[in-house]
């Protein structure tokens, strides 16, 4: 049997394009529907077309394969943003390399820490472990979020 060795490609995203704009929706539907109202913090197009943040794009081809946007709290303190995998691509190890992506890009801006907001809920005991993985821990409630129970706030120095 023949592998296929497939070359992605990882770019700064404009967030025009259609597929981004579906990635994200889906996006927002789960934070949706998992969490209340007020627990959700994901942004929409909108509010990721902000020059405070950097959206990247993983792409597999012509297919979207992942998503994640690094936000500027301040010169040195970023926040990890809109972290997603297109369906067909879990279990690949994309955010895996989203996330490593968005650690080297904040780390060559000068950042020293890098934070996040995920969810409690079993829904994201994945990305919580990815984040562990990479050497997040738990920390309190960062730049203007609240306690929350349906909150886990993570950090990492870098």
Not at 19 to 24: D, K, P, R, V
Not at 66 to 86: N, V
Not at 120 to 147: T, V, W
Request: with cysteine; charged share 25%.
């Amino acid at each position: 049997m023949k592998s296929t060795i497939r070359a992605m490609k990882i770019t700064l995203d404009d967030l025009k394009g259609p597929e981004i704009a579906a990635l994200l929706q889906e996006h927002l539907n789960d934070m949706r529907a998992t969490s209340p109202p007020e627990s959700v913090h994901a942004l929409d197009l909108d509010g990721l077309r902000q020059p405070n943040i950097r959206f990247w794009t993983l792409w597999d081809g012509n297919n979207l394969a992942g998503c994640g946007a690094l936000k500027w709290l301040d010169a040195e303190h970023a926040e990890i943003k809109s972290m997603r995998t297109a369906a067909p691509y879990k279990q690949q190890g994309i955010a895996s390399k989203i996330l490593q992506h968005l650690i080297n890009d904040a780390k060559s801006a000068g950042v020293k820490r890098l934070s996040l907001e995920t969810g409690s809920m079993d829904f994201f005991n994945p990305a919580r472990l990815l984040y562990c993985k990479f050497g997040f821990e738990i920390c309190g409630p960062f730049e203007g979020y609240q306690l929350d129970p349906n909150s886990v706030f993570m950090t990492k120095r870098i």
